[in-house]
């Protein structure tokens, strides 16, 4: 699957069937002008949110059929994120990547369960490591079976409540890995902030984009809804999704 545009776009979280649709179906429109291939992106859970009053999402059962029917009416690959090792044989059974969230970077039985499944692993550096430090969870993942591994950039913790992305990890992961992804919209957030949900400030996403480009990426992850501020989840730092399709366009130039 590796190649030197990866682009993974969609909802951060499950929110409906509706939703999927209306994104998997731009993602459609825009691969058959571009000649791209975007993996479709969502969470069944989003195991990690800041209050627990948040939404989480449908659940692995319900989600994961949801995405296969995406995958089966759209023909897109389908890229998931998974918070326990249990999870790993369900998702890939329906994705073609399992994601591994950034804060659980470290996690061994978690880095090994999802390489069990033979589907690509994308593992997203931790807000408190460095690129170098990727290699280890990469090294992980490989004795335990994974044929490609891709690494996700996604910005440091400099302090409480904000992001600060040092783009010399991207050639440095680079070194460890061929694919290397910039999340462009995680990287623009402002984490757990006092109003008890995480902010952020999409104006700078596309900026994010085109300064991974410059330090050589090979991929590009964005976080997409017709309405962001009407999303269930990091509301603040999705792209609109009728922005996705110039952006891509620079991108790929």
Known sequence: MSNQRTIIAGPCVIESAELLSTVARKLQDINAKLGTDIIFKASFDKANRTSIHSFRGPGIERGLQMLADIKSRYGLKILTDIHESWQAKLAGEVCDVIQ????????????????????????????????KDMRYPVEKAQDAGAQEVWLTERGNMMGYNNLVVDFRNIPDMLEIVPTVIMDCTHSVQRPGGSNGKTGGDRRFVPQMALAAKAFGATGWFFEVHPSPDEGLSDAANMLELDKLEDLITKIVE
């Open 100 to 131: 591994i969230p950034a804060f659980l970077c470290r996690q061994t039985d978690l880095l090994v369960a999802a390489a069990k499944t033979g589907k690509t692993v994308n593992i997203k550096k931790a807000q408190f490591l460095s690129g």
